[in-house]
């Protein structure tokens, strides 16, 4: 089993950056792809990015392109989420998700969720 414990998130104004990392333990992160998603209130969760699992490769939701970089250490098993530029419509529960076949922005192809972090962006 993979645990996965986000971290980074807050409260912070618009315009400013937060980065959110992911570390897991039980197992290594070096063979899985991994993806960031969120969920605001009332709202279903949604994809924001994910990482090839060489890093290598990166995709983004069209609305955090530019904005979002995700990158990743496999040596220290961190995947982290740098989030510049927020808006308010950016507040939600961030998770990070670990897929071990193949991966893009469904849910269902993620094999191991962390619990979340919050991250607030007043206006």
């Known amino acids: 089993q993979m645990q996965l414990v986000e971290s980074g998130g807050g409260l912070v104004q618009a315009g400013t950056s937060l980065r959110l990392s992911c570390t897991a333990s039980?197992?290594?992160?070096?063979?899985?792809?991994m993806g960031w998603f969120r969920q605001a209130p009332a709202k279903e969760r949604e994809f924001v990015g994910g990482i090839s699992w060489n890093g290598r490769d990166t995709w983004y939701k069209d609305s955090v392109k530019g904005r979002f970089t995700i990158s990743r250490d496999n040596a220290k098993n961190t995947v982290y989420l740098q989030m510049d530029s927020l808006k308010p419509e950016d507040t939600a529960v961030y998770y990070c998700?670990?897929?071990?076949?193949?991966?893009?922005?469904?849910?269902?192809?993620?094999?191991?969720w962390g619990q979340g972090t919050q991250v607030t962006v007043s206006s």
């Open positions: 998700s670990a897929a071990s076949g193949s991966y893009g922005s469904d849910p269902s192809l993620y094999d191991y």
């Open positions: 039980g197992r290594t992160v070096s063979g899985y792809a």
